[in-house]
Each structure stands twice: as C-alpha cells, then as structure tokens.
C-alpha cells in the first residue's frame, strides 16, 4: 500500500493519498487549504490518478480545497451528511478567530464556497472500496456531528493490522476541540469510548494534526482515552479551527 501525507495550510492539517501502489488509481483524504498543490505533486511524482476526495469532517481547514481537487480530477466527493452543508457554509463551524481571519486567509477577495459536482454520504459501518483500497467508516460526532475515521488493513507489516485516519478525534496526546458549532465533549468521549478503545493495539493512527501514533501508545498515554476507561485523568485539547 502507498499512502503520502504532508502538513498544507496555516493549520498544518494533513492530507494524505492513499493507492495500492505506483502508477494506481488514489484516494486523497482532507485536502485543506493550499493542499491542491501538493496533491498535485504526489499525483505526478507517482503516476497516480484520483477516484476519490474523501472528509473526516467539515470544518474548513479539512475541506478548503475538496472542491479544487475533486473537479481538476473528475473525483467523487465523499463526506457524512450532518457537515455537508459546511461546504457550501463554511463559516457555520468557525470559531470567532477564524471568521475574523477569513478576509486576510482569502486574499480580500470574494469567494462562493460550492460542493463538488459529485457528493455522496458516508455513513456509519459502512464499507468503501475506493481505488482498490477498503476503508471502513466509523462516525465519531464530538469534534462536529459529522465527524468520521476511516480504517484500512495495512497487509505491508505484519506488525500493523490497520490504518485510522482520525482526522480530529484522536491526536498524539490529545484530541479536537468541541467548543466550536456542532462540537460535543460528552459526544467526543463517547466516541472515543465506542469506537477507539475497541481497537487494537497495532493499529497505526495518521491524525489530522500533528505526529502519526498507535493505539497503543494513546491507550497508555493519551489522558482523554485514559479518562474514559474511567482514570479520571485530565489534558489538553489541540486547538485547530
């Protein structure tokens, strides 16, 4: 399996382009501002074509560019019904910072945020094959309602039973903010209680912010995950978007 990640944007949100291989179809995750051009060049560098624009979630700084790339590739948009409307209405999951931030962020000049012209709903448990890859979708609301993560099995090492692409739930040490519109902190715990703590130890974490991780690393360390295997512990939430 071939998957490249690299930081884009002023928040160091990471996409990443998942294919079988060289020369393959691809599947791009979480193209966020100023993520065009680098989608571009893993595409080039490595002969790929995309099938596929796929969101953990609304919020802007995930979704800046899926329209860009999902039409300079005639790809299908994917992404979970309760943050659809964030494409077309991004300012609806901002915090008040990033509202404030948006006439220096677009140039001064306008813009009409639009959906791709192919947009289709995850959902939770259900079962992807995009470019001969398999993911598996998990809805995990608490960062936005719409929040998702996607599992894959890595057969590469025999070490590593899966990928999670968390997008904001989970993080190195930490996990997503749920201050902003559509967060939830209960929800957020839930979610981690439900569907990361079930998971394997081997399974590899590819956030999206920071430092790549495993489960059994957050298992043993993260204080959200160890609060809700009820340490009582207490931490730090990345403050994204």
């Given at each position: 399996m071939?998957?490249a990640?690299?930081?884009?944007?002023?928040?160091?949100?990471?996409?990443?382009?998942?294919?079988?291989?060289?020369?393959?179809?691809c599947?791009?995750?979480?193209?966020?501002?100023?993520?065009?051009?680098?989608?571009?060049?893993?595409?080039r560098?490595?002969?790929?074509k995309?099938?596929?624009?796929?969101?953990?979630?609304?919020?802007l700084?995930?979704?800046?560019c899926?329209?860009?790339?999902?039409?300079?590739?005639?790809?299908?948009?994917?992404?979970?019904?309760?943050?659809r409307?964030?494409l077309t209405?991004?300012?609806a999951?901002m915090?008040?910072?990033?509202?404030?931030m948006?006439?220096q962020l677009?140039?001064?000049?306008?813009h009409?945020?639009?959906?791709?012209?192919?947009v289709?709903?995850?959902?939770?448990?259900?079962?992807?094959?995009?470019?001969?890859?398999?993911?598996?979708?998990d809805?995990?609301?608490g960062?936005?309602?719409?929040?998702?993560?996607?599992?894959?099995?890595?057969?590469?090492?025999?070490e590593?039973?899966?990928?999670?692409?968390s997008g904001d739930?989970?993080?190195?040490?930490?996990?997503?903010?749920?201050?902003?519109?559509?967060?939830?902190?209960p929800?957020?715990?839930?979610?981690?209680?439900?569907?990361?703590?079930?998971?394997?130890?081997?399974?590899?974490?590819l956030?999206g912010?920071?430092?790549q991780t495993?489960?059994a690393?957050?298992?043993?360390?993260?204080?959200?995950?160890?609060?809700?295997a009820?340490?009582?512990?207490?931490?730090?939430?990345?403050r994204?978007?």
């Amino acid at each position: 399996m071939f998957i490249a990640g690299f930081p884009a944007g002023p928040w160091g949100t990471n996409c990443y382009v998942v294919a079988t291989g060289a020369g393959a179809e691809c599947v791009v995750i979480d193209p966020g501002k100023d993520a065009a051009d680098g989608v571009a060049e893993v595409v080039r560098e490595h002969r790929l074509k995309p099938v596929a624009v796929v969101a953990t979630h609304g919020h802007l700084d995930h979704v800046w560019c899926v329209t860009p790339v999902a039409g300079a590739y005639d790809a299908t948009a994917w992404i979970h019904s309760r943050d659809r409307h964030l494409l077309t209405d991004p300012l609806a999951g901002m915090s008040s910072e990033t509202r404030d931030m948006m006439p220096q962020l677009l140039g001064g000049r306008e813009h009409q945020w639009r959906e791709p012209d192919d947009v289709r709903a995850l959902d939770d448990a259900m079962t992807l094959e995009l470019a001969g890859v398999t993911f598996t979708v998990d809805h995990t609301p608490g960062h936005t309602e719409g929040s998702v993560t996607f599992r894959t099995p890595y057969p590469d090492q025999a070490e590593v039973s899966e990928v999670m692409f968390s997008g904001d739930l989970l993080f190195a040490g930490s996990i997503g903010r749920t201050d902003l519109p559509g967060g939830d902190h209960p929800t957020m715990l839930r979610s981690l209680r439900d569907k990361v703590l079930p998971l394997a130890d081997d399974v590899v974490v590819l956030p999206g912010h920071g430092e790549q991780t495993s489960i059994a690393r957050e298992r043993a360390t993260n204080p959200y995950l160890l609060e809700v295997a009820d340490t009582g512990a207490a931490g730090r939430v990345i403050r994204g978007l």
